[in-house]
C-alpha cells in the first residue's frame, strides 16, 4: 500500500521556480511530522539531505542551504504537502523525497527528480 505520492519534479533553470506535491493518506498526514529530503544521484552512499519539515502543529524547519528559498506548507483539505523552490540552484539538483516520521518510524514517497540547468 502506498501511502506518500511525491510529484512535481522537472527540468527548470537557474533562478527559476517548482513545488512539488506530496499527497499522503490521511492517517500520515493528520498524525506524523511531513518533510522533504534529497538525495544527489550517484551518490546513494550519502545520507538525505534535510531539506524541511512542518509537523501537526503546523511549526516549520529548514535545512541551512534552502532557507529564504523554499517554503513547506500543507494542504488540509487535500491531505497534501508542498514544497514552494524559489531561486533554483545547479546545487540544488536531485531526487526529492517525501518523509512522514512519528516516534522515529519513517515512510517515504518514491522521489521525484528536480533538475536545475541552464
Known amino acids: 500500500q502506498v501511502h506518500l505520492v511525491d510529484s512535481g519534479g522537472g527540468l527548470v533553470q537557474p533562478g527559476g521556480s517548482l513545488r512539488l506535491s506530496c499527497a499522503a493518506s490521511?492517517?500520515?498526514?493528520?498524525?506524523?511530522?511531513m518533510g522533504w529530503y534529497r538525495q544527489v544521484p550517484g551518490n546513494q552512499r550519502e545520507a538525505r539531505e534535510f531539506?524541511?519539515?512542518?509537523?501537526?502543529?503546523?511549526?516549520?524547519q529548514y535545512g541551512d542551504s534552502v532557507k529564504g528559498r523554499f517554503t513547506i506548507s500543507r494542504d488540509m483539505i487535500k491531505n497534501t504537502v508542498y514544497l514552494d523552490m524559489n531561486d533554483l540552484k545547479p546545487e540544488d539538483t536531485g531526487v526529492y523525497y517525501c518523509?512522514?516520521?512519528?516516534?522515529?518510524?519513517?515512510?517515504w514517497g518514491q522521489g521525484t527528480q528536480v533538475t536545475v540547468s541552464s
Open positions: 518523509n512522514a516520521v512519528k516516534f522515529g518510524q519513517n515512510a
Open positions: 490521511e492517517y500520515y498526514f493528520t498524525t506524523h511530522t
Open positions: 531539506i524541511a519539515l512542518v509537523t501537526v502543529g503546523n511549526s516549520t
